[in-house]
């Protein structure tokens, strides 16, 4: 046993003598004390033959011996590696980097986040609804009743295992949820995906886009609502658009209108865009239904308010001359690849 102590001593000299100074020594090091057929291996193989009332003994030696060697090991490896930080020949420092490809905004968030900026600096705050909205919200709250024609205008996907839910059909349902949830002065902004069952086609999708506004305080007028869209159409279109209201009927605001802008594919020439009338709709609005307020208990004789919704495919159309729904949600990179903004 003695023999073995004074050993391990010898050992432990020839470990420390041991100046591996390239990788590949490291390596040769490595097998010659660590490896499996290595002498700590071997060393270690003396334990069975140490007496039994000395085991503990050997064996904290033995422990030690190992640790010695495997933090000889570290060192070594670590003024020799073979690692990129400490071998700097082996790197070719003109080698160009590696290319990134970067991807760009969908141009319908682009066009969102555009169009949400111009009513954050007017005020507005964004809210948001789910998707999956039940019958109250989406329609009923909005003053069209279950025998409303109009709910017919907008083809719904209803969720089969509860008649009362559906996809929302428009962002008015966000309307409905902001009332509820707040008082007057309620001033948001609410972009969303809505949902209906149409043929896709260049013209029509299942699913699209909306932007819903919604202003109610005391005394807003209607006004305030032409301002604020003619506003909005300045900043978004460029100031030589031009805007014209025209009479409309949606059940959720009275009076009603549509908003028409100047074509800008034709500047108001007349072409396929616009039907040669020079002009293009782009959004439907109003003032907020009475019965739509107190629905909320929001007291109509006090409040008044405005609201519209827009299209936000229809936006990108006109902006980006798409010509094709489909386009933006094949996610086809040749499309999608042209936009590029830092919005
Ligand atoms: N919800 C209407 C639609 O989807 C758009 C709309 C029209 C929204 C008038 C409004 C509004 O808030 O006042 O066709």
Same mark, same amino acid.
């Given at each position: %046993?003695?023999?073995?102590?004074?050993?391990?001593?010898?050992? &432990? &000299?020839?470990?420390?003598?041991?100046?591996? @100074?390239?990788?590949?020594?490291?390596?040769?090091?490595?097998?010659?004390? *660590?490896?499996? &057929? !290595? *002498?700590?291996?071997?060393? %270690?193989?003396? %334990? &069975?033959?140490?007496?039994?009332?000395?085991? #503990?003994?050997?064996?904290?030696?033995?422990?030690?011996?190992?640790?010695?060697?495997? *933090?000889?090991?570290?060192?070594?490896?670590?003024?020799?590696?073979?690692?990129?930080?400490? @071998?700097?020949?082996?790197?070719?420092?003109?080698?160009?980097?590696?290319?990134?490809?970067?991807?760009?905004?969908?141009?319908?968030?682009?066009?969102?986040?555009?169009?949400?900026?111009?009513?954050?600096?007017?005020?507005?705050?964004?809210?948001?609804?789910?998707?999956?909205?039940?019958?109250?919200?989406?329609?009923?709250?909005?003053?069209?009743?279950?025998?409303?024609?109009?709910?017919?205008?907008?083809?719904?996907?209803?969720?089969?295992?509860?008649?009362?839910?559906?996809?929302?059909?428009?962002?008015? +349902?966000?309307?409905?949820?902001? %009332?509820?949830?707040? #008082?007057?002065?309620?001033?948001?902004? =609410?972009?969303?995906?809505?949902?209906?069952?149409?043929?896709?086609?260049?013209?029509?999708? =299942?699913? /699209?886009?909306?932007?819903?506004?919604?202003?109610?305080?005391?005394?807003?007028?209607?006004?305030? *609502?032409?301002?604020?869209?003619?506003?909005?159409?300045?900043?978004? /279109?460029? #100031?030589?658009? $031009?805007?014209?209201?025209?009479? +409309?009927? /949606?059940?959720?605001?009275?009076?009603?209108?549509?908003?028409?802008?100047? =074509?800008?594919?034709?500047?108001?020439?007349?072409?396929?865009?616009?039907?040669?009338? !020079?002009?293009?709709?782009?959004? !439907?609005?109003?003032?907020?239904?009475?019965?739509?307020?107190? @629905?909320?208990?929001?007291?109509?004789? $006090?409040?008044?308010?405005?609201?519209?919704?827009?299209?936000?495919?229809?936006?990108?159309?006109?902006?980006?001359?798409?010509?094709?729904?489909?386009?933006?949600?094949?996610?086809?990179?040749?499309?999608?690849?042209?936009?590029?903004?830092?919005?």
């Amino acid at each position: %046993m003695e023999n073995l102590l004074q050993q391990l001593e010898l050992y &432990k &000299k020839e470990i420390t003598a041991e100046t591996a @100074n390239t990788p590949e020594a490291v390596e040769a090091f490595r097998i010659k004390y *660590l490896g499996t &057929k !290595g *002498l700590l291996k071997a060393v %270690m193989g003396e %334990m &069975k033959n140490v007496p039994n009332e000395r085991k #503990k003994e050997f064996g904290q030696l033995l422990n030690e011996f190992k640790q010695f060697v495997e *933090l000889r090991y570290e060192t070594l490896k670590s003024q020799h590696s073979t690692t990129a930080d400490n @071998n700097n020949e082996k790197i070719d420092w003109s080698l160009p980097g590696d290319n990134f490809t970067v991807g760009t905004r969908h141009p319908l968030s682009m066009v969102r986040n555009q169009i949400v900026s111009i009513f954050q600096r007017l005020g507005f705050a964004i809210a948001e609804g789910p998707e999956i909205e039940d019958d109250w919200h989406n329609f009923g709250a909005m003053n069209l009743p279950e025998d409303h024609p109009a709910r017919d205008m907008q083809d719904t996907f209803y969720i089969n295992q509860n008649p009362s839910w559906l996809l929302r059909t428009h962002t008015s +349902s966000v309307q409905a949820r902001a %009332m509820e949830k707040q #008082k007057p002065p309620i001033r948001v902004i =609410c972009p969303g995906r809505v949902y209906r069952n149409e043929t896709i086609s260049a013209r029509a999708h =299942c699913f /699209f886009h909306q932007i819903e506004g919604l202003y109610i305080d005391e005394n807003v007028s209607f006004a305030d *609502l032409k301002q604020t869209l003619y506003f909005f159409v300045q900043e978004f /279109f460029g #100031k030589d658009t $031009k805007v014209r209201f025209r009479p +409309s009927y /949606f059940p959720f605001t009275e009076p009603s209108a549509e908003m028409d802008i100047s =074509c800008l594919i034709c500047g108001g020439d007349g072409c396929t865009v616009c039907k040669h009338t !020079g002009w293009v709709e782009i959004l !439907g609005s109003g003032m907020v239904h009475p019965k739509v307020l107190e @629905n909320f208990g929001i007291d109509s004789n $006090k409040y008044t308010g405005f609201a519209f919704g827009m299209g936000v495919e229809r936006i990108c159309q006109l902006k980006y001359r798409v010509n094709d729904l489909r386009l933006y949600s094949q996610n086809d990179v040749r499309f999608l690849k042209q936009f590029t903004s830092v919005v």
